[in-house]
């Protein structure tokens, strides 16, 4: 087949209107009224171009990397086969906090590749998100149990992070205390690069201290971190160290491997006030580093403190139990530069996928795993010892879990290389020494292999070797810190364990929620597109799925030229010269390009540029991640229309001309307009020395028509997981690339272990890593790759131009009805619009939050509410939604319109009407029926019809869930109210 059959296929199955769509559209808005004269343009095109500003119009197509045509799904998953083959999967012993382990196909079907799951929302309604709800608290009540303390959060991006949001919790909690922190000497290397990197920013000396050796502390400090087994395997008795910090005036924070947790006492029974690790053993693949869950779990009095989102138990209006997150006033959405910490995309689906392990596999299961696990290495290091008799190698004498060390004087690289060539990767500690980490997925095969690369026997008879004597002697690990099943005793985590009770309880909660499989998700800022099956389909595939984030270079040819194609085409679409995968969501891309232009303006020594202007409209994010980078916010009014006031831009950066380090702002701005000023804004900072950071989150009102480093920005992140199609998975995970001009380029995040060149994983002279993995998430890659690959440069700006064009048109249809707050040029929006719900309100006392919860009746997951702007709706239907489903729209939005003003004539009373009593449940109708509506009515409004989706609790009271704070199961007998 030729090009120009193929070329296109995807663009339309991506883009949901078709030109007659466009065109029909286009005359409802009246497009063409200022174009008199011209030649007809497509619709969609015509838009972008009236409400684009003409300074900006054109500035800068991509370069000459982007495929200018797409390919067809066919082709681009035959070119990522060829890039898979590129990648060789061998048996990855590296351990360092990475194990193979094995996904229970039941959870790989039913949530990793389920749409259900992976195209869901972050939970913030929570009366549609009560599946991915419950499974959040079996991942709380998992990693609490395990960790022996009583709250935990719903995920954190990775375990080196988690360490550093730790780190934060205990300066918090000890304000008082010299800011110092101690590592122990056996901590994950990369858990102490990003400690360090974060700590330098804020003023926090870091002092490494071999605590297991029994190194006396500093006299006085805020806190310390332990590695619980050692990053060397080496299994220890903290409570000591623990102690130890505690006399020192500190808390103790304990990095934790869950597996290990299952046979090994608590760290909260030894009295650690933060736990903390990864949850990836816990059935999630490797993906060359991520996504996986970090979890946090804290002792009582710090649960306010704990950063990230918390699921707690609440009720609803029928008094049933329900659940929703808890203390979400902690967040940087509402807290800003005052916020517990700038994580917003967490790492929810990998929550759920860990969480469900633990519900699969049961305590005893979890056990029997974790007892096969140290079986296996107890067997490896019996051939070991037996095999090295005599000589000068040694395995290193200390109780152990799953790693090894052995010495062999001047021979490491030999053994590693011999061991590669029979298909095992072991870890080169140094020179000297080797590690070796056993995992759920290693077999006795690989077991001889390894030995046999030590010169040990060859292939002999298998031991018959079941699983761990239990309560025996010959356990490696010290007798006081052995530990009996004394976790996971809620009956969720005994009750689903035959493969049929699985399927249909993982059914069951996707059945309670809502995703894009059901209908539109018009979240603004969100832009909650298709996810496209051909794109998410490699993300499975073993070439990508088990590859330890530290195999070596010669292993990962395909990964490192998917990430470099990858990084070259969002360069070129963006305008930058040089961009890092690195950071592990959007929140992470803020802080490494922030920490950029802190490295850049001390280089030139500028130490004294501290100051970061934020406009007041900002994602909170921004505030957030400044104060992470150690800057000082100062604040930007927003006139009347949302855009940056520029007189206060022009007065601030006088005002702070030799302090001024960075303006952030997003553009177009956070209230969907292009705004005009945006040149002017960007050289006044440059002007004063200042540097400017670009929020790419809003990039879907872009790509194709103009680039942020075209318009001034010398850095921007890039939220792969909003505009690059990588799947929400019901909050994370999430991809934050930082692209940057090529002055701040040698400023980006780098990583010890990377194994590319400089560029894609290496600032050469940047702080360090800002995630565990040198390309972050790297596993989901393949999906943007897709994304780009099947668009091409010229799909691409089609789905900006039917993006831009369906907000416009819900912006005119909308606006029958309500008005629209902000329009910038010829009366256009950009990607989403601002739908104002003060009036109808003050008219009809009807509230923006029953507006959002009637819209569930209808079947519709509600728009963003109240940000950027009170009372309002943010509405973005993003280029995938059809003219059907934004017309379906409209038509709830007017009758519900038309049900306020009813309640506004008295035809019903204010307190008991549809609005205030939505969502309505299938329960509710079946009940006794008192309302002055019809059940009809109710469930039924026009427009519903067999595809009804029934919410199953009615609306949560939020207030009772934060003041009897409940964030693990419930007892089974509290459902029965
Ligand atoms: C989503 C978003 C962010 C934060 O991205 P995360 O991946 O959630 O951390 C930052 N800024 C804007 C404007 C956003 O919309």
Known sequence: MSDTVLHGQYAERHIGTSSADQEAMGAAIGLGEHRAGEAPREAADAVVDSALPAAIRGLGAAGAHVPELGASEAEALAELRGLASRNRVLTPMIGLGYSDTITPPVIQRNVLENPSWYTAYTPYQPEISQGRLEALLNFQTMVADLAGLPTANASLLDEATAAAEAMLVARRAVRKAPATFVVDADVLPQTRAVLAVRAEALGIELVDVDL?????????????????????????????????LHAAGGQAVVAADPLALTVLTSPGAMGADVVVGSTQRFGVPLGFGGPHAG?????????????????????????????????????????????????????????????????????????????????????????????????????????????????????????????????????????????????????????????????GPGERAFATF??????????????????????????????????????????????????????????????????????????????????????????VGGY?????????WLADLTGYDAVSLQPNAGSQGELAGLLAIRGYHRSRGDAARDVCLIPSSAHGTNAASAVLAGMRVVVVACDEMGNVDLTDLRNKVSEHRESLSALMITYPSTHGVYEHDVLDITAAVHEAGGQVYIDGANLNALLGHARFGDLGGDVSHLNLHKTFAIPHGGGGPGVGPVAAKAHLAPFLPSHEYAQGEEGTA??????????????????????????????????????????????????????????????????????????DLRPLKEATGITVDDVAKRLIDFGFHAPTMSFPVAGTFMVEPTESEDLAELDRFVAAMASIKAEAEQVAAGVWPAEDNPLVNAPHTAASIAAEWTHPYSREEAVFPSGVGAAKYWPPVRRIDQAHGDRNLVCSCPPVEAFSS
């Open 295 to 455: 979890y946090m779990v804290v002792r009582q009095g710090l649960e306010r403190q704990l950063p990230g989102r918390l699921v707690g138990v609440s009720k609803d209006a029928d008094g049933h139990l329900a659940y929703r997150l808890a203390l979400q006033t902690r967040e940087q959405h509402i807290r800003r530069e005052k916020a517990t910490s700038n994580i917003c995309t967490a790492q929810v689906l990998l929550a759920v996928m860990a969480g469900m392990y633990a519900v699969y596999h049961g305590p005893h299961g979890l056990r029997a795993i974790a007892e096969d696990v140290m079986g296996k290495t107890a067997l490896l290091r019996s051939w070991l010892v037996e095999a090295l008799a005599g000589s000068d190698d040694a395995v290193v004498d200390a109780p152990y879990f799953d790693t090894l060390r052995v010495h062999v004087p001047g021979r490491a690289g030999e053994v590693i290389a011999a061991a590669h060539d029979l298909g095992v990767q072991l870890l080169p500690v140094d020179a000297d020494t080797v590690g070796i980490s056993v995992g759920e997925a290693t077999t006795h095969t690989d077991l001889h292999r390894v030995a046999a690369a030590f010169g």
């Open 762 to 835: 290496g600032g050469s002279r940047g702080a360090g890593p800002v995630s565990a993995a040198p390309y972050g998430s790297a596993g989901i890659l393949p999906i943007s790759w897709a994304y780009i690959r099947m668009l091409g440069l010229e799909g691409l700006t089609e789905a900006t131009d039917a993006a831009v064009l369906g907000a416009n048109y819900l912006a005119a249809r909308l606006g029958e009805y309500f008005p629209i707050l902000y329009t910038g040029d010829h009366g256009r929006v950009a990607h989403e619009c601002i739908v």
């Open 212 to 244: 297991a050796g029994g190194e006396a502390l500093p006299d006085q400090v805020f806190g310390g971190l332990i590695q619980y087994p050692g990053a060397s395997g080496r299994v220890w008795d903290p409570s000591g160290a623990i102690d130890a």
């Open 466 to 555: 079941g699983s761990f004597p239990a309560g025996d002697q010959g356990w490696p690990v010290p007798a006081p810190l052995r530990r009996e099943v004394d976790y996971l005793d809620h009956p969720v985590f005994s009750t689903h364990h035959s493969e049929t009770a699985m399927m249909r309880y993982l059914k069951r909660l996707a059945d309670s929620d809502y995703a894009l499989d059901r209908g539109m998700i018009p979240l603004g800022s969100c832009t909650m597109k298709l996810n496209a099956a051909a794109a998410m389909a490699a993300i499975s595939w073993p070439e990508f799925s088990r590859i330890h984030p530290f195999a070596p270079a010669e292993d």
């Open 560 to 568: 490192l030229e998917l990430i470099d194609q990858l990084a070259d």
